[in-house]
């Protein structure tokens, strides 16, 4: 398959800014998949800002409620790095088992590790652990990110398994959220 051209972030971004709305009728899966990435991302950015807020009282067992913070964060993102260095499959589904890796492995544990964050806020009356929830969670978020470096990675990994399939192009045509 012909490589196509990436449709860059700018089109994922507005569609996520714009929560959607759009006046861009291209349909293109690799651009729909970053404007959920982005949407995923930004949740937990809101959730971080929230529960930092949230905070009222004297601050009390914040050195508890960070360290299991942190060790939920650190489980998930070991748990997420790991799942994500799963291969693919070559076959005629690759895009949507991209997608379902990206969003399964990489956002159910950093919703947990940012929950965590959030509980110890509110437990603790401090800003500290939802911050570091939110520190813990961009390094696997820069690993999952569905980016051109990323891409080609994992296209890497497929050429490398004896794979035919293009994964950029599959993930532009082949996705439902390209329909």
Do not use: H
Not at 84 to 110: G, H
Not at 154 to 168: F, M, V, Y
């Amino acid at each position: 398959m012909a490589q196509l051209a990436d449709p860059g972030w700018k089109k994922a971004l507005r569609r996520f800014l714009t929560f959607g709305i759009s006046r861009d009728t291209e349909k293109n899966g690799l651009t729909e998949v970053r404007a959920i990435f982005a949407a995923f991302f930004g949740a937990t950015v809101l959730i971080a800002v929230v529960a930092s807020l949230t905070v009222s009282g004297p601050a009390v067992n914040v050195g508890r409620w960070s360290l299991i913070t942190i060790a939920v964060g650190v489980v998930g993102g070991v748990a997420s790095v790991w799942f994500f260095n799963k291969p693919l499959p070559c076959d005629d589904k690759i895009a949507t088992a991209y997608v379902k890796r990206l969003y399964e492995w990489w956002s159910l544990p950093a919703m947990v590790g940012t929950g965590a964050g959030f509980v110890g806020a509110l437990m603790s009356q401090s800003p500290i652990p939802p911050v570091l929830a939110f520190g813990l969670l961009v390094v696997p978020a820069v690993l999952a990110a569905p980016t051109v470096a990323g891409l080609r990675r994992d296209q890497a990994r497929l050429d490398q398994a004896g794979c035919q399939q293009d994964l950029a192009a599959e993930l532009q045509v082949g996705w439902p959220g390209s329909r």
